[in-house]
């Protein structure tokens, strides 16, 4: 049975009238919880807390206060901080442009080789590479330096390469198409795609440098390695607590700050879909 003037309706018009209206979508939120913001820094606060109030009311003999007097403290911390700085740039400058180097066509053969000099830096243990620099160029800073740096060159070089390897060819061929030169590409396309899986490899990095830094002191170059092995050497617990907090306090701090880095440097265009 037809009704008058409702079967007269092109179905176009019944599709509209009866369509839900579209929702508007909202724009993509990048996801930094309260969690990742507040947990690291209170733990970290409740840490060296409680650490000061245990030295507050510690016995220290006259090895304990030698070994914490005089500025000691401070002077093993900032060369710590510099050890992990200026190892972590060299790193940087390093890895990731032989990584791009690495992918590009001409030089993709040598990706192997690379990876398993990187390799091998890692695969030594850090005291015996540490030891075999200190023969080669005797004791200082410098051997040091290289040592954490050949220990921390691995996870950016295998990251930049796997997050270049693993862009979408479409999107590549997309922008080549549109006229893009090669350079254009890989810095408007290939990297920011690959930029998470960069900062991982350089979070990664970051806190190895941290914990591989403690073993300067071995090679004459400073850092709380000191505090730590004179503690050791000397049996003295305080000095050996608070050089121990002090590595694990920068090391967490080192990875909250990457992390942080890692979320807010994300490409907005890759959290549309998450």
Not at 25 to 40: D, E, H, N, Y
Not at 182 to 187: H, I, S
Not at 242 to 254: D, F
Request: hydrophobic content about 55%; charged content about 15%; proline content about 7%.
């Amino acid at each position: 049975m037809s009704i008058p003037g409702l079967d007269d309706r092109p179905d176009d018009r019944l599709d509209e009238e009866e369509a839900p209206p579209a929702a508007p979508s909202a724009p993509p939120r990048r996801r930094i919880g309260w969690q990742k913001l507040t947990l690291v820094p209170v733990f970290l606060v409740a840490m060296l807390l409680a650490t000061w109030l245990w030295f507050a009311q510690a016995d220290l003999d006259s090895l304990s206060e030698n070994a914490l007097s005089g500025g000691q403290v401070s002077k093993a911390l900032w060369q710590h901080v510099e050890l992990t700085v200026i190892s972590t740039f060299f790193v940087l400058i390093i890895a990731i442009p032989l990584g791009i180097l690495l992918t590009r066509p001409a030089f993709r053969k040598a990706t192997p080789v690379a990876m398993t000099v990187a390799n091998m830096g890692q695969a030594t243990p850090a005291i015996g590479l540490l030891a075999l620099l200190v023969i080669w160029l005797g004791i200082g800073r410098r051997a040091a330096l290289i040592g954490i740096i050949a220990y921390a060159v691995l996870p950016v070089l295998s990251n930049t390469i796997a997050g270049l390897k693993a862009n979408d060819p479409t999107l590549l061929e997309a922008a080549r198409g549109i006229g893009m030169s090669p350079l254009g590409v890989l810095t408007r396309v290939e990297l920011p795609l690959a930029v998470p899986l960069i900062l991982a490899g350089v979070r990664t990095a970051l806190v190895l440098n941290v914990g591989t830094a403690t073993l300067a002191t071995f090679g004459g170059g400073g850092g709380l390695g000191v505090l730590i092995t004179a503690g050791i050497t000397n049996q003295r617990m305080p000095v050996l607590v608070l050089g121990s907090v002090l590595t694990v306090a920068l090391a967490l701090l080192v990875d909250w700050l990457a992390s942080l880095a890692e979320v807010l440097l994300r490409p907005r265009g890759l959290e549309v879909g998450q």
